[in-house]
Each structure stands twice: as C-alpha cells, then as structure tokens.
C-alpha cells in the first residue's frame, strides 16, 4: 500500500490455519501475476495445487518486495537461509507454459 492508513483484519479460522506449500507456480500475461501454490509429498503421485492467487503486475512487484524485506529481517535475526541442492539463487523455478500439458502447442 502506497499510503500508512491503519486498516482493520478479520481472518476467518479456516483461513487462520493456512496451507501448508513446498512448490510454488507462477505464471504471467501482460495484465496479471498467477501464483500457484501446491504440496508435493512422498508417496503422493502429483502436486496438489492448494491455492491460487491472481494479482496485477504491480502487486506482485509489492508482494517481491515485502518479501525480500522480511527474509532479509529473518535473516539477519536467524542466520542466512541456506537453500541447498546446489540452487543458484532464482533457481529452481520454471514456467508453467513450458510444460506439455499448459503449453500454447495444446
């Protein structure tokens, strides 16, 4: 939010208990920013996609960076975050439109 007026939450419990995510999807068209988030889990045959969350390019730009904030907060609290597996940062990602079954050949 551009300006600091205080605003007012109510979050429902079934909302409060959240979702838990290892995998996160993101997608993109010129108006919009999909993110979807999923759980991929041992002895489960494929991710399930738990949430999607659709916001404007400027939005995700805000959410990019209150997030790059709070991990740097975090870190500099806890220690640095070591991600592992030999991933550069930025790694690890891809498009959903590079797979067969999303791709613009279907």
């Known amino acids: 939010m551009a300006d600091n007026k205080e605003i007012s939450l109510e979050i429902k419990p079934e909302i409060a208990k959240g979702n838990y ?3 996160a ?3 993109h068209s010129h ?3 999909i993110i979807d988030f999923a759980t991929m889990l ?5 991710p399930e996609i738990s949430n ?3 916001m404007t390019p400027e939005h995700a730009k805000r959410l990019l960076n209150a ?3 709070n991990v740097t907060k975090y870190e500099s609290q806890f220690g640095l975050i070591d991600i592992g597996g030999g991933q550069q940062q930025g790694g690890g990602t891809f498009n959903l439109g590079d797979l067969p079954q999303f791709g613009k050949n279907n």
Do not use: A
Request: hydrophobic share 45%.
């Open 21 to 23: 995510s290892n995998l």
């Open 25 to 27: 999807i993101i997608t």
């Open 31 to 33: 108006s919009e920013f």
């Open 42 to 46: 041992p002895g489960l045959p494929k």
């Open 52 to 54: 999607r969350l659709v």
């Open 67 to 69: 997030l790059m904030d």
